[in-house]
Each structure stands twice: as structure tokens, then as C-alpha cells.
């Protein structure tokens, strides 16, 4: 019998550390192909012009897959990148190199499931198996104290519940070495340019330099907790406490570092001097999983309106390019879009605030919001991103009032000259 190779698709789990797929190939096959495939259909031109995957999130890909294959190189392995559709792509690799089966983490998202589905289906053709595996969640879908079903629409009883009856599993061990077939072509990553987009400027002001790959997020999980060491919560002028956000999340949705490295960090530094921090951390990594698994329960559900036909309206449509130009007159709300189209991040606040202004002020259909989120963010993770959307436009699942309709209102009563207004939207590019 020939030497067993199983091919590792890699996709949102950019990551030699605590990555199933990859330490479970290393244990059950002689030799692993490790494989990246730059699907085109994530750089593609929306019909009404908008880029599905912005600059700054491609560099930040770029970046992460270049690294993944340094640290696999370091492992005595190799990458192969590929640009193509997977459905075509992975069969074919998998033919090329006798490959037995085919390992990914599944995804939860529509447009990513059905990517799984037509690689599933060609790999299914030549009798080969799609192995899937769940890697993307804090806490494991089999260790949830109820059925996927029955997960609690509240995030506070989610919380309670899961806290209560639920570990977080700890993380699992690199491979210490793999051993790849002989790789004849391993092929290029793509430049920004082979993806149809420029090189984006980083801007100034931006106060965090955001570089893919797991190396920089390891050392930003690091500096976080390192940088806050001496920072005592402060509350901001408009009472909302200032923004010491972890900015992991570019990291956390390429999978760059698992939630469970960012929850066994938390957990660290729980009784030091970061236990502030630590603790607010700990309940953004569970709103995360909320949405996730809101993601798993409900699906297509949250993509009901028709956002063309919407479109057609000229008015709504003149306001939509305000906002998106961050020119509505509303300086908070001016300077976070500013902020977001200049660096790929705005925090939370001014997500909620944005968002909310959009759909309540504007009265715009949540999901053009979210579509242009999907293009700028640098973080952008499809059931976040959709998920706290339709929180925002009060369609999401949780029962309990929406606080953001509160925090909209606020954004009227925040100052007008506050630094990060004058930082971000200075008043001549307001007015
Ligand atoms: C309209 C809107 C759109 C959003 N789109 C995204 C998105 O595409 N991708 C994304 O990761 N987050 C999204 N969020 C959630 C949140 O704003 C960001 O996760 C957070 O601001 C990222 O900054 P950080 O990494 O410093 O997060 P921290 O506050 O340090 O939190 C740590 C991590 O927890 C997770 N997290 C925190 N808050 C949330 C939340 N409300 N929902 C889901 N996950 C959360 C993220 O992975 C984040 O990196 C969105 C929020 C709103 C209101």
C-alpha cells in the first residue's frame, strides 16, 4: 500500500498553533498537503461597484498566508497557494497528488457553506471525503449544554448558560514537524495588484499597525495585555469607557490565533493587574460565539429584503453615498466613517453608532451597511458582521430591547469637537 496523504485546506484557520486540522493530518497520514486557495470570488466588483474584499483586508490576508508558510517551512512543510475556485482547485490537487482525504474547519456563514458544499461534491465525484471540523469557536459546539436548536436567543442566557455548564477546552499542541509529498510548483501569493486592487495607504493617525499573520497576532495578544499593564479604566468624555479594545480581531477572523489562545491569555491574567481587562475580554470572545452559533440556528433567515431594489430609490440612494463618504453633518458619525475608510477599523461604539444612524436616522436597509462593512473592515468576520447588523436593526434574535436605538440617540448629544472628531473628521471636511 502507497504512503497515506491527506490534503489540509486552509481558510479562516491561517495558524500552525492549536489548529486541529493540521495537528490531526500529522497524526493519521504519512505525508500532509497543506493548501491555500485565493478564491476569486472574494475580489470580485459588487454590482453596484463596492469591492467584496477591501485593501486593507487583502494586504492583511497577504500577509497572513505568507506567514502561514513561513511557519510551516519552519516545520519542515510547505505551502501550496493556488488562485482559482476551490471546487476545482482542491479536487484537482488532490488528484495530482494521490491525496486520501481532505480536511477543513467548517464554516457557518452562508456563501462560505456553500463553498464547502461544491468542494464537497467535485471531491465526492472522485470518491474522495470532505473531513469537517469545528475550529472556529471558543466553545466547542459538543461541549454547549444544549442542541444547536435550542441555543438561547437571549445573549444574557446564552452567557449565564455556557458559563455555567460549559468548559473552554485547552489548546492543542503544534506538530513538531510535517513531512509534505515532494511539491513540484508550490506557486506565488498573488500580489494586491493580481487581486485588482492598489496598495493602501496607511494613514498616520492610525494608532495600531495591523500586519497579518499568526506571528504579529501572537505578539499583539501579548503586547495587549503588556501595553495595559499600568492602565487603569478610564471613562471617556461621553461616559463611555475609553476605547483599550484588545484590536485582535483582524487576527481572530483569519483565525491568525484561536479564541481559545485569547481565552487561556484572559484567564492569565485574570487575578493580576489586567483583571479589568481581562474580564471584558472574556465576554467579547462569548458575544462572538453568540453570533456564530445565531449563525448556525437561524441561517438565510438573517438575508430577508431585497437591498437591489432599494437601491433604485435616488434619494435613499444620495444619503447612502453621504454616509459612506462620512459627510452626513453628524460629526461622530462623520469621523468614524473617515476613520473606517482611512485604516480598515473603527471600534465598537462607532460601529453601533454608524450603524445605527444608518438604519434609524436614514432609514436604509441594514444590509447596504453591512455590505460596505464587508468591504472596508480590516476584521470583518461574515457572522459578526451580519449578526450585530441585524442586532442593530432590531431584527436580530435576542428578545431583550436594543441598546443601540439608545446609543443612536446619544450620537447627537456627543460633543462636536471632541479629539477624536477633530482627529478624524476635521470640520472643513465635515462641512
Ligand atoms: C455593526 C457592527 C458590525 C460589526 N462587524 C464585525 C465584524 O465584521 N467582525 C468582527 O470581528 N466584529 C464585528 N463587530 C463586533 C465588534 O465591533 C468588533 O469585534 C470589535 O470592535 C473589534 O475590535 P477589537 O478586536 O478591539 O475587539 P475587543 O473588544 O477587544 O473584543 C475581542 C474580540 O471579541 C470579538 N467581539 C467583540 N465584540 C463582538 C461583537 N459585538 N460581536 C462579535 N464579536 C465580537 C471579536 O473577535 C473581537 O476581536 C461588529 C459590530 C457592529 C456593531
Given amino acids: ?15 500552525v498553533r492549536d489548529n486541529e486540522i493540521l495537528l490531526e493530518a500529522t497524526r493519521k497520514a504519512d505525508k500532509v498537503l497543506p493548501v ?36 510551516l517551512q519552519n516545520l519542515g512543510g510547505e505551502l501550496i497557494v493556488r488562485t482559482g475556485n476551490p471546487a476545482e482547485v482542491i479536487p484537482q490537487l488532490a488528484a495530482q497528488y494521490g491525496v486520501s482525504e481532505v480536511y477543513h474547519h467548517r464554516e457557518v456563514a452562508y456563501e462560505e457553506t456553500n463553498i464547502s458544499e461544491e468542494v464537497e461534491t467535485a ?31 437571549s445573549f444574557a442566557v446564552f452567557k449565564k448558560k455556557v458559563e455555567r455548564d460549559s468548559d473552554v477546552r485547552t489548546g492543542l499542541p503544534t506538530p513538531e514537524q510535517i513531512h509534505t509529498p515532494e511539491i513540484i510548483d508550490a506557486g506565488e501569493i498573488p500580489a494586491l495588484k493580481d487581486l485588482g486592487l492598489e496598495e493602501p495607504q496607511d494613514d498616520p493617525r492610525a494608532r495600531v499597525k495591523f500586519t497579518g499573520g499568526e506571528t504579529a497576532g501572537l505578539a499583539r495578544l501579548e503586547a495587549y495585555f503588556a501595553d495595559n499593564q499600568q492602565v487603569a479604566p478610564t471613562k471617556g468624555r461621553n461616559g463611555s469607557t475609553v476605547d483599550r479594545s484588545s484590536k485582535l480581531g483582524a487576527w481572530i477572523a483569519l483565525g491568525c490565533i484561536s479564541m ?23 465576554m467579547e470572545l462569548l458575544w462572538r460565539d453568540y453570533f456564530r452559533f445565531m449563525f448556525k440556528k437561524h441561517g438565510k433567515e438573517y438575508f430577508t429584503t431585497d437591498v437591489q431594489a432599494e437601491a433604485a430609490l435616488p434619494e435613499k440612494q444620495r444619503l447612502f453615498e453621504q454616509w459612506k463618504a462620512g459627510n452626513t453633518g453628524v460629526p461622530f458619525v462623520d469621523a468614524s466613517i473617515h476613520k473606517l475608510n482611512a485604516t480598515g477599523y473603527i471600534s465598537n461604539f462607532s460601529r453601533q453608532m454608524v450603524a445605527g444612524y444608518l438604519v434609524r436616522d436614514l432609514d436604509i436597509d441594514w444590509k447596504k451597511g453591512a455590505a460596505y462593512f464587508e468591504e472596508k473592515l480590516i476584521d470583518y468576520s461574515p457572522a459578526s458582521n451580519w449578526g450585530n447588523w441585524a442586532f442593530v436593526a432590531g431584527l436580530g434574535h435576542d428578545p431583550r430591547d436594543n441598546k443601540y436605538f439608545n446609543l443612536a440617540k446619544q450620537a447627537g448629544e456627543l460633543e462636536t469637537n471632541s479629539e477624536f472628531i477633530s482627529t478624524w473628521a476635521p470640520a472643513d471636511v465635515i462641512a
Fill in 1 to 15: 500500500m502507497g504512503e497515506k496523504i491527506i490534503l489540509v485546506w486552509f481558510r479562516n484557520d491561517l495558524r
Fill in 123 to 153: 471531491l465526492w465525484n472522485q470518491r474522495l471525503n470532505l473531513k469537517h471540523f469545528i475550529g472556529h469557536t471558543l466553545y466547542h459546539k459538543e461541549d454547549l449544554p444544549f442542541p444547536i436548536k435550542d441555543i438561547p436567543d
Fill in 260 to 282: 481559545r489562545e485569547v481565552y487561556w491569555a484572559v484567564v492569565k491574567h485574570e487575578n493580576d493587574k489586567n483583571a479589568h481587562h481581562a474580564g471584558m475580554l472574556r
Fill in 36 to 71: 491555500y486557495c485565493f478564491d476569486p470570488y472574494y475580489f470580485k466588483t459588487n454590482a453596484d461597484g463596492s469591492l467584496k474584499t477591501g485593501a486593507f483586508r487583502a494586504r492583511f490576508l497577504l500577509e497572513s498566508v505568507a506567514d502561514l508558510r513561513r511557519n
